[in-house]
């Protein structure tokens, strides 16, 4: 199938083809891939739990009482005690009636999301919103509208213009490629005055953000009236793997009758919803690791300034170097490799065209020394 390679030459003479580096470590603020130790500021790991020796050892507990796989989906024989239990602790978490646990947040959007919207429906979506909840709004079959980026006016056009009979807007809470956050606010106003739902993709803010890990509905002070649906990765901030979403009562009873990627997949391993238990306790008993990342957060972006660099407005962990060329981006990552600093380029199509970009991310196991050393190196580079 010649059109095969051809289409593979063709990514890489535009700098667009993608690599994969094999990682010979637990993730850490130091990482070892294929032999050498790198400084690492490109993990999603935001809190240095996915190490932690606590969550391990809730790990092998939990695959000594439950064995690996769940052997089934959740509505056959795959819901475990641990299961049930994470779901009614992370309800508790969100201050919600109840939870649903996915294998994924990609599952989670799109289950949720064509569940909830079909045939003669509206999805209005950030266009900056994650892939999976683009993908969401497509395989909905409903007809998805995409606004331009955080712009409400537009947001607000779109859907008091709209005559569909359920109408749903979604988005990102924590803009995983720019670090932004939504005005959430202002998309619960939207959404109550036309009678629209909302559904909040938080995966990135959920144990980051809010006095307790709350995530950017803890952080705006809102509650389930004003983001009735709330979806959460738990292989970030958590360190473990999955996702769920949390709501009232008949969301999740509706997403257990209708969501597609829920009732025909096999359940996470038990053990991971084990582990994630442990997991959830310490986002919620050490906010010192929410207290260092932001003091982390802080101290990059005065040095970032000091330097001249023009960072995005982000509180969050994700830093964003943007530099416009996928070519120029792919070699500022391989110099930094070439210190011992290990970031990814990202590119097209995962971001605009133009806006090829290091990712530069923090989290709570790094030290004010090795934000410091990044700095460094940068200011020797640019």
Known sequence: ?????????????????????????????????????????????????????????????????????????????????????????????????????????????????????GRGDAVFEDRLNHASLIDAGLLSQARLRRYPHNDMDALERCVAGDGSATRLIVSDGVFSMDGDIAPLPALAAIAHRHNAGLMIDDAHGLGVLGAHGGGVVEHFGLGMDEVPIL?????????????????????????????????????????????????LRLVQEEGWRRTHLHSLIARFRAGAKQLGLDLPASLTPIQPLIVGDAGRALALSDALMQRGILISAIRPPTVPQGSARLRITLCAAHSEAQVDRLLDVLAELL
């Open 1 to 117: 199938m010649k059109f095969l390679s051809t289409g593979l030459e063709q990514q890489r003479a535009l700098n667009l083809y993608r690599t994969r580096r094999v990682l010979e470590s637990p993730q850490g603020a130091e990482v070892v891939v294929e032999g050498r130790r790198y400084l690492s500021f490109c993990s999603n790991d935001y809190l240095g739990l996915a190490n932690h020796p606590d969550v391990i050892g809730a790990l092998q507990q939990g695959a000594a009482e439950y064995g690996v796989g769940s052997g089934a989906a959740h509505l056959v024989s795959g819901h475990s005690a641990a299961h049930h239990a994470l779901e009614e602790e992370l309800a508790a978490f969100t201050h919600r009636p109840r939870a649903l646990l996915f294998s994924t947040g990609y599952m989670a959007n799109l289950g949720v999301v064509s569940a909830l919207a």
């Open 231 to 279: 979806m959460g990765t738990l292989g970030k901030a958590f360190g473990t793997f999955g996702a769920f979403v949390a709501g009232s009562e008949d969301l999740i009873e509706t997403l257990i009758q209708r969501a597609r990627t829920y009732i025909y997949t096999t359940a996470l391993p038990p053990a991971i919803a084990q582990a994630t238990r442990t997991s």
